[in-house]
Each structure stands twice: as C-alpha cells, then as structure tokens.
C-alpha cells in the first residue's frame, strides 16, 4: 500500500513537474492561437514517461498481492474472519471487503458465479487475495471454493463389502477413502509408468495409493472422505 | 696450526654431527611409539556409517509455496535423486515421471483457485518409502 502511495506521489510531482518546466520552456514560442496544454499533451516524452510510471505502479500493486485461504469463523460488518494452517499453527486472518471494489465469487466445476458478501456463510472454505498487512487482507477479490485434501500412503485395508480403502500415511494418519461409483480409479502400468483406468478388485493391501477428495467435516468419522481420484503404484513396482 | 691438529678437530667435529643427528633421530622415534600409543586410542572413534536409506533429499526449486498465477497450467521443477519414481499428483491431473538426471519437470494443469499439489518422490530400492512435498498453487483469474 505504502508503496503504491509513494508511486503515485511520484508520478503527480514528475508530471507536475515536467509541466511546469515544459510551460516555462514553452511560453515564449506560443502564439496566441495555440495553447499549452496542447503542446504538453502530444509531447512523446510525457506520454512515455506516464506510460513507464504506470506500468511500474501495475507491477508494485501485482507484487503486493498475496492469497490466503481458510475456513470462514464469522462474517459481520463487511468483514470475513478465517481459520486457517500455517507451518502447523492455528492462525486467523480478516479479510477486509469492499462493498464497490471486491469482486466475490463461487467456484462451481471449472467456471465461476459472482455472489455477495451475505452469500458467504460459517464452515466456508474462501481463498482471498490482495495486500497483506500483519492478518488483515485488503481483498480485491475472494473466492468460495471447496477444499481439497491430496495425500498418499500404503493401502491397510481394502473392504470389498462396503467399498472402503484404509490408507496409513508416512506421518502415521490414517483415512478411510469411500470408493463411490463417481471416483475415478487409476493404476500406474509397472513396465510403461502409463497411468491406466481400473477397477476395484485390482486394488489390494500392500500397494501405495495416491488420493484427492473433497475435504469434507464429519463429527462421526474424522479422516472418512468420499475419494474423488486415487491412484494406485502396486507394490510390485517396487519388488522388481 | 699444525696439519695434524686440524685434521683431528675436522674428525672430531664429523663425529660429534653423526652423534648428534643419531641421537635426535632416536628422539624422535621414542616420541612416534608415543604418539602411536595414543593414536591406538583414538581409532576406538567410533565412524558414523554412510546412512545410505535417507538418500538425497527432494527439492522444489520451482514454483514457490503459495504462488499466484494467471495461467491454466505452472511448470513444477525440482531435484530428486536419480532414477527415483517420481508421482505429481493434484484433483486435476496426475504425472508420473521417473528422472534419469537428478532435475526433473513437469506441467501440470490447474483448476481456477486453490491447487494442492502433492510430490511424492519413491527413489530407487527404497520398497515404497518416498518423500513427499505438498504446494498450493494459486490460479486466480482477477487478482
């Protein structure tokens, strides 16, 4: 912010200043048919110089940008506060959103509807972007979307009954992978590495699974997510 | 002088240097034996064996944690060690690659918003045990 200030503090004292001196250059030539502000107005040179300036201000705001994404605690008073992980601590940030210059959207699939700031509600998952001072976000837009959790770890438990997969992960969590008729299976071909489609018979405990879901809350089980995607490395691969 | 009297002191003085030399060469190897001595105790030393598990780290040199983009797809280049099963993984796309350089790379496509992308590197011999990293890449539009 301090920055975007000082350049266009900058800018109005060069402009007010290449002005004067170009006036002052300038008033002796002019006639009493032209004018100027005419004469400063088709000078290259000022044009450049304007041209040069703004682009530097363009890329100072573009440097300042900064995204941060949680889940939403409250929103009140044109204000959204957010919980959100940072190196393993708790951390909250306000996110600051002009009612004329944010623009919020909701994510659906791969395209984006505008909303309103009373469309944002608790449990939210947003990701804000704009400067960033100490925890407050200066948002110039904010964005709903769902979060996503993408993890990996050998396969436990594969239960053929209820079409769950247990996977441990390195750092010892364990999450039951729901495998729904809408999760895309894949298996990695040992001899090509070619990410090849298949079912769930071929997926057996042993083998390392890679997942993607839709990172759902669930009072009842913590780590049971419905999978979106997995990938299977069979155990093979590593035998060989 | 006499010829004789200078040919004694010259004798004299040769053997007195011979002595000498002599008698410095067995100080020095009595301080050896000693040294030795002490080496002996130092090899007890223990050496800390190569650990050869551990490998080489995987490194991201690029992109950074957290990045904005305005494109549909970032390139992800980082170093692991050679001939590792490397798997990029995000709910968009999966890559897999195995490197024949440490350096390796990939373009991996993104949806509008929040990317997680997870890197898990399985070098070789190693029965599955990889190393992961995980980034988040921003695709935003409008900033």
Redo the contacts between chains.
């Keep these: 912010m301090k920055k975007e200030i000082l350049s266009f503090t900058l800018l109005a004292l060069l402009l007010a200043g290449v002005t004067v001196t170009h006036a002052q250059t300038e008033t002796p030539a002019v006639t009493g048919t032209s004018s100027p502000s005419a004469n400063v107005k088709e000078d290259p040179d000022v044009k450049l110089l304007k041209e040069k300036v703004a682009n530097k201000v363009a890329e100072l705001r573009k440097q300042d940008q900064t995204a941060k994404s949680g889940t939403v605690v409250s929103v009140k008073d044109g204000s959204v506060i957010i919980s959100t992980v940072e190196d393993s601590d708790q951390k909250q940030y306000t996110i600051t959103v002009d009612g004329t210059l944010t623009k919020l959207y909701r994510i659906v699939g791969a395209t984006k509807k505008e909303i309103k700031i009373g469309d944002i509600k608790p449990d939210n998952y947003v990701i804000a972007s704009g400067p960033v001072a100490d925890t407050n976000i200066q948002a110039n837009v904010v964005y709903v979307d769902d979060p996503y959790i993408v993890q990996s770890g050998k396969i436990t438990e594969v239960n053929k009954t209820d079409y769950y997969i247990k996977v441990m992960t390195s750092d010892k969590t364990e999450y039951t992978l729901d495998i729904e008729s809408s999760t895309k299976q894949f298996l990695m071909n040992i001899k090509t590495l070619e990410v090849e489609r298949t079912g769930f018979s071929k997926i057996k405990e042993g083998d390392i699974m890679h997942f993607s879901a839709v990172k759902t809350v669930s009072e009842k089980d913590k780590n049971r997510y419905a999978a979106g995607k997995i990938l299977i490395v069979p155990q093979e691969y590593f035998l060989k | 002088m006499k010829k004789e009297t200078i040919i004694a002191i010259v004798l004299g003085v040769t053997f007195g240097v011979v002595v000498s030399l002599f008698m410095v060469s067995r100080t020095k190897d009595r301080q050896l034996q000693n040294t030795k001595t002490l080496t002996k105790e130092t090899k007890i030393t223990p050496i800390v064996p190569l650990n050869s598990v551990q490998g080489q780290a995987i490194t991201i040199t690029q992109p950074m944690n957290?990045v904005?983009v305005s494109s549909k797809s970032v390139v992800i280049k980082g170093k692991a060690a050679k001939d590792s099963?490397i798997?990029i993984?995000?709910?968009v796309q999966?890559i897999?690659?195995?490197n024949d350089k440490e350096e390796f790379s990939a373009t991996m496509s993104l949806?509008?918003?929040?990317n997680?992308?997870?890197i898990?590197v399985?070098p070789k011999d190693?029965?599955?045990k990889?190393q992961?990293k995980?980034l988040?890449v921003?695709y935003?539009d409008?900033?």
């Design positions: 957290g904005i099963l798997v993984q995000s709910p999966d897999i690659i195995k949806a509008i918003g929040e997680v992308i997870h898990s399985y190693q029965q599955g990889g992961e995980e988040r921003y935003l409008e900033q």
